[in-house]
C-alpha cells in the first residue's frame, strides 16, 4: 500500500518536478503506511502484552497526528531539499489509509482513542486479503515494466473502492439473513475469511451463543452455548487479576469460561467464539490457581489443540 500510495503522489505536481521530494515522499508513504503497527514489537515480551496494545494507542488520533510528523522530521534531516508540506500530506495519507483499513476488518483497532477506548471492527475485509493484495501487486508490476504510476495507481485505488462497497453489501445482506433466521439477536460479529464468498459468525442472542459459519450466503450454526453471566465470586475475582487473563478480556467481545478442579489446582478458561477453527476454538486465556486462589501459572494466546495448552500450561514456571 505504501508504494502504490508513493505511485499515487507522482500525480502532485510538486512530488514528480522535485527528485528529493519525490524520493522522500515514497519513504515516507511506505514508512506512514507500516509504523502504527511499530507495536507489534510487543510480541517478543509476552501475548499479554501484545494483546492489550496492539492497534490501541499506535492507531489512535493523537498517534494518527504525531507519526506523520516524527516522520517528516527525521526525513528532512536525510532530504534538506524536499518540500516539507507535500512529504508531510503523503506521510499523513499513508497513515491515516493504514488505520482506516484496520478498522474494516474483525480484529480491528482503538482508532477513536483518546475518547473511546472501544474496538472498532467492522468485519468486511480479512486482515490478509488476497484480492486487495493481488489489486495492489498487479499495480507495482505494470509500473516495474514501464506504465504510468499515476493512472496505474488511481485505477488500483479506484478498483479497491468498488471492492470495499461489494463487501460491505455481503456483511449488511448477511447480517439481514442473520437475524431473520435466528431469534433474539443482540449482537452480530462477522470474521470474513481469505475465500470471498465465507464468513465465519459469532452471534450473541438473549439466551445464547451461535456459532456458525456462512457460504454464499447460507447459514449454517456449528455450535449453541447457553449464554451465562459470570459468577461474582472469589475464584473469578482472583483469577480476573491475572495480566494474561485481563488482556484476553480487554479484547474479546464475545467468549464463554469453563471451571475445573483437579487434585491440586482449579483452572478458569475463557474461550473466545470469534474464532472457531476445524471444531476447536484456539484463541483462549486459562489461569490456574491454588485452593487458597493464588495463581499458580496462566497463559492466552492461540493454541490449536488440548495437547498443545496443556504443554504450555506444564512448561511455564509454577
Same mark, same amino acid.
Given at each position: 500500500m505504501g508504494i502504490a500510495l508513493g505511485g499515487?503522489?507522482?500525480? $502532485?505536481?510538486?512530488?514528480?518536478?522535485?527528485? $528529493?521530494?519525490?524520493?522522500?515522499?515514497?519513504?515516507?508513504?511506505?514508512?506512514?503506511?507500516?509504523?502504527?503497527?511499530?507495536?507489534?514489537?510487543?510480541?517478543?515480551?509476552?501475548?499479554?502484552?501484545?494483546?492489550?496494545?496492539h492497534r490501541g494507542i499506535t492507531h489512535s488520533i493523537p498517534a494518527v497526528l504525531l507519526w506523520p510528523l516524527l516522520i517528516t522530521f527525521i526525513l528532512h534531516l536525510l532530504f534538506?531539499?524536499?518540500?516539507?508540506?507535500?512529504?508531510?500530506?503523503?506521510?499523513?495519507?499513508?497513515?491515516?489509509?493504514?488505520?482506516?483499513?484496520?478498522?474494516?476488518?474483525?480484529?480491528?483497532?482503538?482508532?477513536?482513542?483518546?475518547?473511546?477506548?472501544?474496538?472498532?471492527?467492522?468485519?468486511?475485509?480479512?486482515?490478509?486479503?488476497?484480492?486487495?493484495?493481488?489489486?495492489?501487486?498487479?499495480?507495482?508490476?505494470?509500473?516495474?515494466?514501464?506504465?504510468?504510476?499515476?493512472?496505474?495507481?488511481?485505477?488500483?485505488?479506484?478498483?479497491?473502492?468498488?471492492?470495499?462497497?461489494?463487501?460491505?453489501?455481503?456483511?449488511?445482506?448477511?447480517?439481514?439473513?442473520?437475524?431473520?433466521?435466528?431469534?433474539?439477536?443482540?449482537?452480530?460479529?462477522?470474521?470474513?475469511?481469505?475465500?470471498?464468498?465465507?464468513?465465519?459468525?459469532?452471534?450473541?442472542?438473549?439466551?445464547?451463543?451461535?456459532?456458525?459459519?456462512?457460504?454464499?450466503?447460507?447459514?449454517k450454526v456449528h455450535d449453541v452455548f447457553e449464554r451465562m453471566e459470570e459468577p461474582s465470586s472469589a475464584l473469578m475475582e482472583a483469577a480476573k487479576q491475572d495480566e494474561n487473563l485481563s488482556a484476553f478480556l480487554s479484547f474479546s467481545p464475545v467468549y464463554r469460561f469453563e471451571t475445573a478442579e483437579y487434585s491440586d489446582h482449579i483452572e478458569v478458561r475463557f474461550i473466545d467464539l470469534r474464532y472457531r477453527s476445524k471444531g476447536y476454538y484456539p484463541f483462549v486465556a486459562v489461569v490456574q490457581l491454588d485452593f487458597d486462589l493464588n495463581i499458580i501459572c496462566s497463559y492466552t494466546g492461540w493454541i490449536f489443540s488440548e495437547k498443545k495448552l496443556r504443554k504450555k500450561l506444564d512448561y511455564l514456571p509454577n
Amino acid at each position: 500500500m505504501g508504494i502504490a500510495l508513493g505511485g499515487l503522489a507522482t500525480l $502532485d505536481p510538486t512530488v514528480s518536478s522535485h527528485l $528529493d521530494t519525490k524520493e522522500a515522499v515514497m519513504i515516507g508513504a511506505i514508512a506512514g503506511s507500516l509504523i502504527p503497527d511499530i507495536d507489534t514489537i510487543l510480541k517478543l515480551r509476552n501475548n499479554a502484552k501484545y494483546i492489550r496494545n496492539h492497534r490501541g494507542i499506535t492507531h489512535s488520533i493523537p498517534a494518527v497526528l504525531l507519526w506523520p510528523l516524527l516522520i517528516t522530521f527525521i526525513l528532512h534531516l536525510l532530504f534538506r531539499d524536499a518540500h516539507l508540506f507535500d512529504l508531510w500530506m503523503w506521510t499523513f495519507i499513508g497513515v491515516i489509509i493504514h488505520v482506516f483499513v484496520d478498522i474494516f476488518n474483525a480484529y480491528g483497532t482503538q482508532a477513536f482513542r483518546p475518547f473511546s477506548q472501544k474496538w472498532v471492527a467492522l468485519g468486511i475485509i480479512n486482515t490478509f486479503d488476497p484480492y486487495f493484495f493481488t489489486i495492489h501487486i498487479i499495480g507495482i508490476i505494470i509500473w516495474a515494466i514501464g506504465g504510468s504510476p499515476g493512472p496505474t495507481f488511481i485505477t488500483v485505488f479506484g478498483v479497491i473502492i468498488v471492492y470495499y462497497f461489494i463487501r460491505i453489501a455481503m456483511n449488511l445482506n448477511l447480517r439481514h439473513k442473520i437475524k431473520k433466521q435466528l431469534p433474539n439477536v443482540e449482537k452480530i460479529i462477522i470474521s470474513p475469511t481469505m475465500r470471498f464468498n465465507r464468513w465465519h459468525l459469532a452471534i450473541i442472542a438473549k439466551n445464547h451463543f451461535y456459532v456458525g459459519n456462512a457460504t454464499n450466503g447460507e447459514i449454517k450454526v456449528h455450535d449453541v452455548f447457553e449464554r451465562m453471566e459470570e459468577p461474582s465470586s472469589a475464584l473469578m475475582e482472583a483469577a480476573k487479576q491475572d495480566e494474561n487473563l485481563s488482556a484476553f478480556l480487554s479484547f474479546s467481545p464475545v467468549y464463554r469460561f469453563e471451571t475445573a478442579e483437579y487434585s491440586d489446582h482449579i483452572e478458569v478458561r475463557f474461550i473466545d467464539l470469534r474464532y472457531r477453527s476445524k471444531g476447536y476454538y484456539p484463541f483462549v486465556a486459562v489461569v490456574q490457581l491454588d485452593f487458597d486462589l493464588n495463581i499458580i501459572c496462566s497463559y492466552t494466546g492461540w493454541i490449536f489443540s488440548e495437547k498443545k495448552l496443556r504443554k504450555k500450561l506444564d512448561y511455564l514456571p509454577n
